[in-house]
């Protein structure tokens, strides 16, 4: 199997959805998702993420182009259903239920009974650190453990295929630690992933590759290190004032922050780190600390998307 999930053309238009206007939620999408990867599906609201995610699920229709999971066009099969487990934004559960309780529910769903239900219910509570928490009711969880829950629901059919939607969102620091930590263990274990999140840092932390949508249309594509291609080189120092600030910019030194006494500057790529130490050294600035910089996700997001929207509005 090349492919856990590959659409082709995949097309989703809402007929007369605005104001009698045709609603294009997404347009040709060609995509692949690899076994064994944590794809990061990303885009402003509006983009097409959800509609894509719903389209994978079999729970709308596309327009027109397909659909195959797992290696099969038959993605409305139960077969294909037990193996794709769906975590949804903001997973809602009774509050008078127990942990365990939940599990058992959604276990029988996808036909576990008896024996097996028991220990595949033990098994998840374990996989993510809930074993503690199973007899207690849901009102007495927090966020962070409602979200441990929720990933345990869609791991309980031990599917093949993860569909995260907002994971981390919402959850604190050590949350959102504990529950990266959890998907790249599932991503060892051979699972694939296809997460939809805002959290840019955390899906920069783990993804292996990153699909960025606007507008229904995918925009770019690439692993992490592709797509964060612009390198530069920072500078920190002491000692400086606007005049040399002013004449180290002419050179393609510029400020970018500023802690205390110490400067932060940005090198530009045209510069070699020789030479822009030479130039502080002429300024007769002390120097804190040399770091390398990379973008981040964020900034190409920001960069991606904005470009599409300046694409747009030329149109």
Known sequence: MSSVIETH?????????????????????????????????????GSGKTTTIKMLLGLIFPTSGSIRIMGSDRIYSSAVKREIGYLPEGAYYPDFLRGEEILKFYGKLYGLTGAKLNRRVDEVME????????????????KGMRQRIGLAQALISDPQLLILDEPTTGLDPIARKEIRDILSVLRDQGKTLLISSHELLEVELISDRVGILFEGVLQTLGTIDELLTDRDLNIEVRGIDDSALARLAEKGMVKEDKVGDVVTLRVAESLSAYDALELCKAEKLTLVRVAPRRESLEDVFVRVVGAAEAKRSNA
């Open 127 to 142: 996989q993510v650190g809930m074993g503690h928490a199973r007899k207690r009711m849901m009102r007495g969880y927090s």
């Open 9 to 45: 053309g995949l097309t989703k238009v809402y007929e007369g959805a605005r104001r009698g206007q045709d609603v294009h939620a997404l347009t040709d999408l060609n995509l692949s998702v690899n076994p064994g990867e944590i794809f990061a599906y990303l885009g402003p609201n």
